[in-house]
């Protein structure tokens, strides 16, 4: 069994090698990174050993173990004409990422074992705890599951944003704006006038089989005095 996980970014040069860094991702320092090609891509080891992704022209396998690679592999598909099938040897306009579940406790990074249910419980707690509202870039999720022996995957769940262009300045405002500020706060350029807010509301459709069901959200989004917070760590650090 294995999770697939598709979106319609491309993956740049300097994300491959972030990817092989499991303990020093070079996207540590790059404060807006947070999303599925920065650090936190590093929590999916929890589920998986050997994670793959194809994108652009290609094909990568990430084996921190070095079971079969060392620390990782980068094929290119088109040029080699591998799954001439499945993409025509045309470049994918996308990532389509393939985790195949720890079914075993081989791994040095987690004793989890995950089976297809894990999975399915997983999509249902995201589906439920209306976890859309604290992302800042993704509009629409789809949840599918396809099962032993079918050709066509079951359509689970579907979460689409309904005013995501309206919205769209408000949800990044912070996430933007964070990396100059963190850049100034380094250097001690950093003035004294340094809180963000933002506020928006948002609405959303949420499907489930035969039940839709629309909501709307009232978001205030506020980053505090970041002097102020440096100063309450750098106290802490020394008392440690």
């Known amino acids: 069994p294995a999770l697939l996980a598709k979106n319609n970014e491309i993956f740049k040069d300097r994300d491959f090698e972030s990817l092989l860094k499991l303990a020093d991702s ?16 590093n929590s999916i080891y ?14 990568i396998i990430l084996d921190l173990h070095e079971w079969y690679y060392d620390s990782g592999k980068k094929f290119n598909f088109v040029e080699n004409n591998l799954y001439n099938k499945s993409f025509n040897g045309t470049p994918f306009n ?18 989890e074992i995950y089976e297809s249910s894990n999975i399915l419980e997983m999509f249902h707690r995201f589906y439920e705890n209306n976890s859309i509202l604290f992302l800042k870039f993704i509009e629409n999720i789809t949840f599918y599951e396809l099962k032993k ?10 979460i689409q944003l309904k005013n995501a262009d309206e919205i769209q300045e408000q949800r990044c405002l912070i996430t933007k704006e964070i990396v100059p500020m963190m850049n100034s706060l380094q250097l001690g350029e950093l003035g004294v006038n340094n809180q963000l807010h933002t506020s928006y509301i948002t609405s959303f459709c949420c499907k489930k089989g035969d039940f839709k069901e629309n909501n709307t959200w009232l978001i205030f989004n506020y980053l505090d005095d970041l002097l102020e917070a440096e100063a309450h760590f750098q106290e802490n650090l020394k008392e440690i």
């Open 26 to 41: 070079e996207k540590r320092n790059q404060f807006d990174k947070i999303r599925v090609m920065g650090v936190r891509f």
């Open 46 to 59: 929890h589920i998986t050993n050997t994670p793959t992704f194809i994108t652009g022209n290609n094909y």
């Open 94 to 111: 996308g990532i389509l990422f393939r985790y195949p579940l720890c079914t075993n406790n081989d791994s040095k990074i987690s004793d």
């Open 149 to 158: 022996g079918v050709i066509e995957p079951e359509l689970l769940y579907v």
